[in-house]
């Protein structure tokens, strides 16, 4: 992972302990950028039930803001149907979505 994904995974991983049992076995598969914001996908993995998130879909969301994105912008946390992490989605409000790595600042949960 990059200084933003993990920046945002460490950051969910000290809120939810199944995110945390997940975070050392993440392996990133792929990476789009669309100008806007980026997705990273990570690879599938085999949980035992008690590291399973139970809830499918978007679970976490945060506030991100960064001299880089001068209004700021949010990341979402998303989970398959499997329980495991399946993908990090980033976004700014407007503008352009910085395409290199950069460390963001973290201000709340909820976008």
């Not at 997940?22 to 914001?37: A, P």
């Not at 590291?51 to 998303?78: H, T």
């Not at 980033?90 to 460390?103: K, M, N, Q, T, V």
């Amino acid at each position: 992972m990059n200084r933003l994904e993990r920046t945002v995974m460490s950051y969910c991983a000290a809120i939810d302990t199944k995110i945390a049992a997940q975070l050392n076995r993440l392996i990133v598969s792929g990476r789009e950028h669309t100008g806007v914001g980026s997705y990273t996908r990570f690879a599938s993995i085999v949980l035992p039930a008690n590291e399973r998130i139970e809830r499918e879909g978007p679970y976490l969301q945060l506030r991100l803001s960064s001299p880089r994105m001068p209004s700021g912008g949010g990341a979402i946390l998303w989970v398959g149907s499997d329980g495991a992490v399946q993908q990090l989605e980033f976004y700014c409000h407007d503008g352009g979505f910085p395409a290199d790595d950069f460390e963001p600042i973290i201000n709340e949960e909820g976008a």
